[in-house]
């Protein structure tokens, strides 16, 4: 035994001073190595708030419904007169030309009147010779008249005188009246402007020879203009009581009040429309004939609608959709709609949303209804 406990000793005595310290060491890097670990539970175990999305919206306005719709045409004068000299000749003046504004009375152009004049002089040289013939015939039968009294001449002569006093008044009568015509006619040898307006059409030139009748110069005039546009046939019952407003491409921000007059009974056999002509009610200067004009119309409708700025509306499974601003909570709802128009910059919500709401306007499909919003910005 005791040779048992002298060799422990001796064996305890032997192991190296160094591995004294190694269990020491190695709970130290146990604890090193874990360290980041424990401290990844503590991070997990607390919530994670992320930073709110920042967005633009858009309040939602409902309006009544309006149906609305627009025509291209061109602007018109409501009146337009074709002239014509009333008797044939050649035009030796022209005076006016296409664009000239003329009022009533003013010479147009004028024919060559020299056989005019010949018609007139010897309708006067009628005149006189039939007045110098009743004269005698006239004193004839006067004094058979009172010789007839006296029983001096048969009453077949007197009755003779009397018939050739009679021819002679009828003749004098009828130069009178050849008179009168040949005077309207050496007169029609001018062309005369019955109303005030622009020339829109000089067909003739100097020297040209022209029949009674043809169309010398065409004016319109500007105290009534329309727009005269197309409609097609599906939409002209719909059309006729809309409310009309006119707008010159010239000039779009410009509005014009505008009345139907009247449409084309039966429609263009090529383009199947039919022409409608809208009256503009206080026309001013800027409206010029020829001008390309957009007539507006409007009817009303059986609901409500609201207009959205066309970056706000996203598909969802097909479906047009908006983003919903819960404002007391600051977060997202999806929302489907329901669209009745597209616009360039614009879609017509008729269903779906009441007003008041507030959408997202913009950036709509880069955003997350998990994560919360702030509104930075409220479009107009």
Known sequence: MGSDMHATATMTSSIPPTRKHTRPLLAVGVLLTLAPALAGCRSESAPYVAAPQPVRAAT??????????????????????????????????RLVNIGDTVAPGMTLARLDASDYRLSLESAEAELDAARSSLKQTDADERRYAALNEKKWVSDANYEQKKATADEARG????????LSLAKNQLAYT??????????????????????????????????????????????????RDAAATVTLWADADRAYAAKLREISPQADPTTRTYQARYSLLKPDGAIALGKTATVHLASPGTGERAKLPLAAVFKDQGQPSVWLIDEAHGRLIKKSVEVSAWTETSAIISGGLASGQKIVAAGVHKLDSAIPVRIVEVAQ
């Open 60 to 93: 939602v306005k409902l309006s009544a419904d309006v149906d609305a719709r627009s025509y291209t045409g061109t602007i018109k004068p409501r009146y337009e007169s074709d002239l014509g000299f009333r008797v044939a000749g050649k035009i030796v003046e």
């Open 171 to 178: 003749r004098v009568e009828r130069a009178t009246r050849a």
């Open 190 to 239: 001018n062309l005369i402007a019955t109303e005030a307006g622009v020339i829109t059409a000089l067909p003739v030139e100097v020297g040209q020879v022209v029949s009674a009748g043809q169309l010398i110069a065409r004016v319109a005039r500007l105290d009534e203009l329309e727009a005269v546009v197309s409609i097609p046939e599906s939409r002209i019952d719909g059309d």
